[in-house]
């Protein structure tokens, strides 16, 4: 441990600031380029002791829970909220730009469709029972410890309204002090509550659970560990016009504008397209929604999600034909010869991206394609197989859906 003086002098990919320390770089937490500080540093970690220089693009956070003086402690659900927008809008961008760069892609990213305040519908919370209390909330940075939270203004107003809902249902699943994962997601019926490893539920858990449900209102349904427990009223969202079920714990994007703004860009891209296939397609977020115009091949590996999004495409009227497979593309990639019979690809991998999958779209030779990451390094790798195998990128659009946190998403259009 040393204490050292220095300059903030970038942020980096976590949002940390970075500054030149006598050994390499030193990234420390709630900082902002060009501030000055005297700085506590261990191996490559520097904790704020007092800062003379202070950025005019800092400005106060907006949650009691935030950064080093946050109340309970210091809340790791977000990284930047001591950032102006203009900051931090800008700094989203050019991790894309970044990226783009490093596999020598030129190409204009356009500007961040951005994030507000209240959007969020999906929050996963870290939940443990304690001898004095019930702790629900996020963890601190490179921590297990968590901070209870009361507000919180990144989530949606469906779900800060209920944190005495959540909290009470929290509670009846936890009889013991191990941690575990609640993710609560916002639907038009009510809150789907999906808990995740909790190791055993025995009956009298069970049984209390299924009564606090019934004994409160707006929750339409909660799971454990893929399991329903009890369902008063089915989850439904909405994808463009068309209600779907998705299964206990399913991705669903975070926020709605989001998902729209993806949606939007994926539908302009693929135009007049008569066939389609959407790769990774999880419960239907493009497919129903191309489905309007287009025949649809849905390929995913999780069934659960995949049946979620059969039943919606059979159920609902006026949609052109959609077929469903369930194939694991990273160990069974759909080859170029099944590719080749459609006019468009749309594919949103999760965050390891889909390197066994794009070497067949680029050798399939079809028209047009869009690329939706949620991690622009491994989006870039899988473009630059596409653009040596010929295709042109048309747009690169960077959008916030995880508001005042390091992460961007990325839809990319290519066309052969």
Known sequence: MSTETLTIEKLGLSGDGVARGPFGPVYVSFTLPGETAVLAVNKNHGTVMSMSDVSPDRVPPKCRHFGPEGENGTCGGCSLQHASDALYHDFKRQIVIDAMKSKALSVDVAPLITAQPGERRRVVFIVRRTEKELLLGFNTPESHHIVSISECPIASPGIVSRLATIRAVAEALADNAEPFRLTVLETLTGLDLAADGIKKLDDKSRRRTVETVLSLRGVARVSVNGEVLVEPIKPL?????????????????????????????????????????????????FSLRLARTARVHAVEGEDKALKALDFAARNTQGLKPVTVEKRDLFRRPLMASELKVYDAIVFDPPRAGAEAQVKEIARSGVKKIAAVSCNPQTLVRDLRFLVDAGYRITSVVPIDQFLWSSHVEVVATLEK
Do not use: C, N, W
């Not at 463009?240 to 975070?254: D, E, K, L, R």
């Not at 949606?263 to 389609?276: N, P, S, T, W």
């Open 237 to 285: 969202i909405d994808f463009g016009g068309i209600q779907v079920s998705p299964p206990p714990g399913g991705f669903t994007q975070a926020t709605k504008p989001a998902e729209e703004a993806m949606a939007d860009l994926v539908i302009r891209h693929v135009g007049k397209a008569k066939r389609v296939a959407d790769l990774f397609s999880g419960s239907g977020t």
